[in-house]
């Protein structure tokens, strides 16, 4: 009799488990989606700024791009019921956006002109190294360790052999101009993260990238036009395979790329989806060689390497408590 009790009980809970499991294979199923968006389609769209700037004025390109990704995800959200951002919201997301998608991605669309999408990918990476170091320099939020140090220098040489002439790796070094760009591009990414905790935004990640995206959208556009982007750009010239590359960046890159990361970010350690930083490199540098005709040499893979190994020590070491530094992103993050 009592066995024949529990056997109904177990039966009773039966269609549950079922239930629960199922529910637990497609939250699996999505988190590798997730992480394989957020992984290869921000490391793939390096590439894709290479295709698009040899026929569209770089700046013109990003404003396109963000501002037409920003557009969408505002709309998304307001029709979602999301409140519109405050008028000292918006002040906030405009500094930001002027930092990150002006000086940031503006620097990084110009370079690519000159600079390989992978090598490009690879320099960005040093965003960490110029956080901390000014954690360590200018916040005092963050003590200066033995293997901070260490980590610091190897990343500063890794910069070092890709950008420096004087060493004979087999392999030409990348244009001093471009990558002196990418460096400024990295920096300003770093002081964009210490602000982000200090600026008025909305509360609503997505609203928060949407009118950072927005307002940077229109500053380039200013930017473009003060350059003289828009003097004898036909846009009936451009090729199908940039506007492919354009339409890629919006959709793939900002839309679905950035709600992949927002929906990680509720169901993943932050750890966990920082990784993306020392995977999209890599992936760039391989979609680079192999769809892009972007050579792999000795000088590559070394600096490529100690940039990441100094990636890895600076993000895996721990902060003050009391650190007021951005731990996640900001905007976009990572994806470029």
Avoid at 75 to 82: C, E, K
Avoid at 215 to 226: C, D, I
């Amino acid at each position: 009799m009592i066995y024949m009790d529990t056997g109904r009980i177990l039966s009773s809970f039966r269609p549950e488990f079922s239930a629960m499991e199922a529910t637990t294979s497609s939250r699996s199923w999505k988190v590798l989606l997730a992480f394989a968006i957020i992984y290869f389609v921000w490391g793939s769209t390096f590439l894709a700024i290479r295709v698009g700037v040899h026929e569209v004025p770089p700046l013109l390109l990003a404003a396109m791009r963000f501002t037409t990704a920003g557009a969408v995800l505002y709309a998304w959200m307001r029709i979602a019921g999301t409140p519109s951002p405050t008028w000292r919201e918006w002040a906030g997301a405009s500094l930001l956006g002027l930092l990150i998608f002006v000086f940031d991605y503006g620097c990084l669309f110009w370079a690519e002109k000159r600079v390989p999408s992978g090598v490009a990918a690879v320099m960005l990476a040093t965003i960490p190294v110029f956080m901390t170091i000014s954690e360590i320099v200018i916040l005092k939020t963050q003590r200066l360790t033995l293997r901070l140090a260490a980590a610091l220098l190897i990343g500063i040489f890794g910069v070092a052999v890709l950008v420096g002439h004087s060493m004979n790796l087999g392999e030409a070094a990348i244009d001093s101009i471009g990558a002196c760009a990418l460096i400024f591009a990295a920096i300003t990414w770093s002081i964009a993260s210490v602000l982000t905790r200090k600026l008025p935004l909305p509360a609503a990640k997505t609203m928060s990238s949407a009118s950072q995206m927005l307002a940077g959208g229109v500053f380039l556009t200013l930017a473009a036009a003060a350059f003289g982007e828009f003097r004898g750009f036909q846009i009936q010239a451009v090729s199908g395979r940039a506007w492919l590359a354009l339409a890629y960046l919006i959709v793939a890159g900002s839309i679905v790329g950035f709600t992949a990361y927002v929906w990680l970010i509720h169901h993943e350690s932050p750890t966990r989806v920082g990784t993306y930083a020392y995977v999209n490199p890599v992936v760039a540098v391989v979609v680079g060689y192999f769809f892009g005709g972007e050579a792999i040499g000795v000088r590559t893979v070394v600096g490529t390497v100690l940039v990441l190994v100094s990636v890895v020590v600076i993000t895996t070491s721990p902060k003050r408590p009391d650190s007021s530094i951005a731990t996640e992103p900001v905007g976009e993050l990572a994806e470029k």
